[in-house]
């Protein structure tokens, strides 16, 4: 009996500690984020990402993502497929971030600022 309430209690303590790490490291953090895509059919080029997580730091990847290529954003539409805007989901912000440093690759020489991407 008195390993039964101790193994409770032990159980109740590691889901606390367990909710405790989740909510002071974000990358555990699960969450659906949607990050619109702009994309130049004339130029055929991406010209802005929004909705990117504001705690990275862009200039940190690109040269990181100079030489990638660029993924699909979504099943059945890749980069050269999108058209004007695309909804794009991901299930955790780490690839979000991933996928949204690739795109900045593309973007057209000369933006530096972050809000161009």
């Given at each position: 009996e008195n390993i039964g309430v101790a193994k409770q209690l032990v159980d109740a303590l590691r889901s606390e500690l367990t909710k405790e790490i989740e909510s002071f490291i974000?990358?555990?953090?699960?969450?659906?984020?949607?990050?619109?895509?702009n994309y130049d059919r004339k130029y055929k080029k991406m010209v802005s990402l929004s909705n990117i997580p504001s705690e990275v730091n862009m200039s940190t990847y690109l040269s990181k993502c100079a030489n990638s290529g660029f993924p699909e954003f979504a099943p059945n539409y890749s980069i050269y497929q999108l058209k004007g805007e695309h909804l794009i989901y991901y299930l955790n912000d780490q690839y979000v971030a991933s996928y949204a440093y690739q795109a900045i690759s593309y973007a057209p020489s000369g933006s530096t600022n972050n809000n161009n991407y």
């Open positions: 974000p990358e555990l953090r699960v969450e659906k984020r949607i990050i619109t895509a």
